[in-house]
């Protein structure tokens, strides 16, 4: 029974104390005590630095102004191309595909009535950037270039690129063909979920298979010079990418890069043909160099985390000792050497909880944001069967409430009138009890004094 009443107390309190909350104060910020990284300068106009596994943006410049991407356009023709087409397919090239490239635009040499499988195609694509094959897939994958573009485009907002608007499966100049660093990456990243995609344009050479025309093997290299060791501007980390130019846009490049469990993302446009390399480079050892991901779960304990007190654990009730709040897993981007009690973050209260969720927690320095997780009750988890032969019926109690849609602070409130007539009723009974054991002593002290 004191049990039972110890955790009607802690929930009462819950929520008593969360509803106000978020009437009165719906977001807390707490600001970092350590100072962030010094980022190195480059040549690009834009740039971007993205920590992949915790969400983290270690760099960013101009990284949401719209601007030309040139071929790392491809990555979106690649993407589609994989999503829509089976490797085993084929292609055949026609005269208008041939005709609809500029003398100048870089191509790979397939020529009208030439059938290529599409696994070729894909290589081809990312290693060397061709036009051809480009406006091929586009072609076979929508009818017309300009429905693959509306389709990239699409695609692009599922993503959440929303300051994209593709217009071709080139990149060839058009003023109405635009991305941004921000939204190349968040393309990369989604790209890379596909393993088809993953293997293509991490490949430094592929051989290219005969065809109805070319009875040779041709072994191509990729033009990204990060990824071939034989270039001077290999890097060892590098892991994939694509590499876009045009007058109006410059050079740009996207690349993948993972070192010691850590995966990064890096997208440089508006840069110059040497320096696009040198300002990738810098900044991946900067993130690799001056940064590292931390467990929140095991370095957080600033979220009543403690198990000494009543109101944040459960003391072996079925069997087992569980937080009554507990943070989600996961991984923070930190300054090296910093310990996660140092760094700020934004709390803000979640007003319609879901999954036992009360607030959403966004670690930051200064306008930083270097990853997130989540702050849960823990009231309804799953704990140990073995200790309460009524398990099974509580558990068959849980799914019948769980038939109705039910409010949290009318059950709070509910919990809470609960308690408070249960207290009134202890209280009038103890008082009850003094009153009888008042009377017994005068009755006795009656009966009892002297003549």
Not at 290 to 295: A, K, R, Y
Request: charged share 25%; with cysteine; aromatic share 10%.
């Amino acid at each position: 029974m004191k049990r039972i009443i110890t955790l009607l107390s802690i929930i009462a309190i819950l929520f008593a104390n969360i509803e106000p909350a978020f009437a009165e104060e719906e977001k807390v910020t707490v600001e970092s005590t350590v100072a962030y990284p010094e980022a190195p300068e480059i040549n690009g106009y834009a740039a971007i630095l993205i920590d992949m596994d915790t969400g983290a943006i270690l760099y960013a410049k101009n990284a949401h102004e719209k601007l030309y991407p040139a071929s790392i356009t491809k990555i979106m023709t690649g993407l589609l191309a994989v999503e829509n087409c089976a490797l085993e397919d084929s292609f055949t090239f026609t005269q208008e595909i041939i005709n609809a490239l500029p003398w100048d635009a870089a191509k790979y040499g397939y020529v009208p009535g030439e059938t290529v499988n599409i696994r070729d195609l894909l290589y081809v694509l990312m290693l060397r950037s061709a036009n051809e094959v480009a406006i091929g897939l586009g072609m076979k994958i929508a009818g017309t270039e300009e429905a693959f573009g509306k389709l990239m485009t699409e695609r692009a907002k599922e993503i959440g690129a929303v300051n994209t608007n593709f217009v071709n499966a080139t990149g060839l100049h058009d003023d109405n063909h635009y991305t941004t660093a921000y939204d190349m990456a968040l393309i990369s990243i989604e790209a890379m979920k596909n393993s088809t995609f993953m293997d293509v344009w991490g490949t430094p050479s592929y051989t290219v298979n005969p065809t109805n025309v070319q009875p040779d093997i041709v072994r191509i290299w990729n033009r990204h010079d990060m990824l071939v060791n034989r270039g001077m501007q290999y890097y060892a980390y590098a892991k994939g990418g694509k590499t876009g130019y045009t007058d109006e846009a410059g050079k740009t490049l996207v690349t993948y890069a993972s070192r010691d469990g850590r995966n990064l993302m890096c997208v440089v446009m508006k840069s110059g043909a040497e320096t696009v390399f040198s300002d990738t480079r810098l900044l991946f050892e900067y993130g690799f160099g001056d940064f590292e991901n931390i467990s929140i779960k095991g370095n957080e304990s600033r979220f009543g985390q403690s198990n000494d007190s009543y109101f944040v654990s459960r003391d072996h009730l079925y069997g087992s000792e569980l937080n009554l709040m507990e943070l989600d897993d996961g991984y923070v981007t930190v300054p090296k050497g910093t310990f996660l009690q140092n760094i700020g973050y934004e709390l803000t209260y979640v007003e319609q909880t879901e999954d036992g969720i009360i607030a959403n927690i966004e670690y930051k320095i200064g306008d930083n944001s270097l990853g997130k997780t989540s702050l849960r009750l823990n009231v309804n988890k799953e704990e140990s069967s073995e200790a309460s032969p009524y398990r099974e019926e509580e558990e068959q109690d849980i799914q019948k409430q769980k038939e109705f849609p039910i409010n949290i602070y009318v059950v709070g409130g509910i919990l809470a009138s609960i308690l408070v007539l249960f207290l009134v009723i202890k209280i009038l009974r103890k008082t009850s009890g003094k009153r009888k054991v008042k009377r017994a002593r005068k009755k006795l002290f009656k009966n009892n004094r002297l003549h």
